[in-house]
């Protein structure tokens, strides 16, 4: 019974995010750079419970304008629209600014909020799961680590396992006629199998349905040789929007995510997991040292939180950046966040 009602509760809150919901409005304090990160962030981890309706700001050019699509105030409220505003927020979220922390207390004092959250400057602690500990008047922040139990990793395992197993029996059918799909449209092997990086100098086989061409690699090397904007374009985000590479047939099974079905054994056998970071191909990270020992803690996912936030805008660090964020964040709430967007995202055909 108690298990009925976790996996309730868990669908419930998903259900409420995917039609917008779930969560507290809140007030924004500040259109600095802080303060539009904390929007930007917000919106891209809906889990988080926080919708942001509103910015205050002291700077008199900005009322009345919007920012990130938000309307700017006062800090004392004019319209009688901004005034409801303010009243159905209960939250306020305040950028502390580096240079004024003497203002605390004043701005804290002066928000009319039930609920206040301060959001320093220094934001290296990538946690949710962090609790405020006094240490005989020196604050502290208490960071955990969910994956660093016993209990988790177990539990995560074991559903990638049954559902995994469960998919690739209930699949069997649309793989067989995506394979009859991939042989009529153009030569070459059935699979794709590329190395991925599984922590350390270890790799797998991450197996995908071919979307390319059997010569792809080449063409690559050409276009990126001959054309200065998409050589650009690939630096940035590790991938073409308009991939030349790619087979008819492959564009629709990319619409679809339909070409990395084959990971479903990787899961299986335990190279990968149903939800995780992303898997990259062993020298991407060279470059991310700190970010490497981060990603080692979990397996690859098929599917995981930048591929459902706009992965077609995501750039190569913002991916590493959310990756790293999944990992040090990781609940079963985020796991089924996750799992219901790629669910919605599949639906709209809004794949890769």
Same mark, same amino acid.
């Given at each position: 019974?108690?298990v009925?009602?976790?996996?309730?509760?868990?669908?419930?809150?998903?259900?409420?995010?995917?039609?917008?919901?779930w969560g507290?409005?809140?007030?924004?304090?500040?259109?600095?750079?802080?303060?539009?990160?904390?929007?930007?962030? *917000?919106?891209q981890?809906?889990?988080?419970?926080?919708?942001?309706?509103?910015?205050? /700001?002291?700077?008199?050019?900005?009322?009345?304008?919007?920012?990130?699509?938000l309307p700017?105030v006062?800090?004392?409220?004019?319209?009688?629209? &901004?005034?409801?505003?303010?009243?159905?927020?209960?939250?306020?979220? *305040?950028?502390?600014?580096?240079?004024?922390?003497e203002r605390?207390?004043?701005?804290?004092?002066?928000?009319?909020f039930?609920?206040?959250?301060?959001?320093?400057?220094?934001?290296?602690?990538?946690?949710?799961?962090?609790?405020?500990? /006094?240490?005989?008047?020196?604050?502290?922040?208490?960071?955990?680590?969910?994956?660093?139990?016993?209990?988790?990793?177990?539990v995560k395992?074991?559903f990638?396992?049954?559902?995994?197993?469960?998919?690739?029996v209930?699949?069997t059918?649309?793989?067989?006629?995506?394979?009859i799909?991939?042989?009529? &449209?153009?030569?070459g092997?059935?699979?794709?199998?590329?190395?991925?990086w599984?922590?350390?100098?270890?790799?797998?086989?991450?197996?995908?349905?071919?979307?390319?061409h059997?010569?792809?690699?080449?063409?690559?090397?050409?276009l990126?040789?001959? /054309?200065?904007?998409?050589?650009?374009?690939?630096?940035?985000?590790?991938?073409?929007?308009?991939d030349?590479?790619v087979?008819?047939f492959?564009?629709?099974?990319?619409?679809?995510?339909?070409?990395?079905?084959?990971?479903?054994?990787?899961?299986?056998?335990?190279?990968?997991?149903?939800?995780?970071p992303?898997?990259?191909?062993?020298?991407e990270?060279?470059?991310y040292?700190?970010?490497?020992?981060?990603?080692?803690?979990?397996?690859?996912?098929?599917?995981?939180?930048?591929?459902?936030?706009g992965?077609h805008?995501?750039t190569?660090?913002?991916?590493?950046?959310? /990756?790293v964020?999944?990992?040090?964040?990781?609940?079963?709430?985020?796991?089924?966040?996750?799992?219901?967007?790629?669910?919605?995202?599949?639906?709209?055909?809004?794949?890769?």
């Amino acid at each position: 019974m108690a298990v009925l009602i976790w996996i309730s509760d868990a669908l419930g809150r998903a259900i409420l995010m995917r039609l917008r919901l779930w969560g507290r409005p809140c007030v924004i304090v500040g259109t600095g750079k802080a303060g539009i990160d904390i929007v930007r962030r *917000l919106g891209q981890n809906e889990h988080l419970g926080y919708n942001p309706v509103l910015f205050i /700001d002291e700077n008199p050019n900005l009322w009345g304008t919007t920012v990130e699509g938000l309307p700017v105030v006062a800090p004392t409220v004019g319209t009688s629209t &901004d005034e409801r505003l303010v009243r159905y927020a209960s939250v306020g979220i *305040l950028a502390v600014p580096r240079d004024q922390p003497e203002r605390l207390n004043e701005m804290i004092g002066n928000l009319p909020f039930s609920t206040i959250l301060v959001v320093p400057e220094w934001t290296g602690v990538q946690t949710v799961n962090t609790r405020i500990r /006094d240490l005989s008047g020196m604050f502290s922040l208490e960071v955990r680590r969910p994956l660093g139990a016993s209990v988790t990793p177990l539990v995560k395992r074991l559903f990638d396992i049954v559902t995994s197993a469960l998919l690739l029996v209930l699949v069997t059918p649309l793989l067989l006629l995506i394979a009859i799909g991939i042989k009529l &449209d153009s030569k070459g092997p059935l699979l794709f199998r590329q190395a991925r990086w599984a922590g350390g100098s270890r790799s797998f086989p991450a197996l995908k349905f071919r979307t390319m061409h059997a010569d792809a690699e080449l063409r690559l090397k050409e276009l990126l040789a001959t /054309d200065p904007v998409l050589r650009r374009e690939y630096e940035m985000y590790h991938k073409l929007t308009h991939d030349p590479r790619v087979t008819r047939f492959g564009r629709i099974l990319r619409r679809l995510s339909f070409d990395e079905l084959p990971q479903l054994w990787n899961v299986l056998i335990g190279d990968m997991s149903l939800i995780g970071p992303r898997p990259y191909m062993p020298h991407e990270l060279i470059k991310y040292p700190h970010q490497q020992e981060v990603l080692a803690r979990v397996r690859p996912g098929i599917t995981g939180l930048w591929q459902v936030s706009g992965r077609h805008r995501t750039t190569f660090e913002r991916r590493i950046e959310l /990756d790293v964020y999944y990992v040090e964040n990781y609940s079963i709430w985020l796991d089924l966040h996750v799992l219901m967007r790629t669910v919605w995202i599949v639906v709209k055909a809004d794949g890769a």
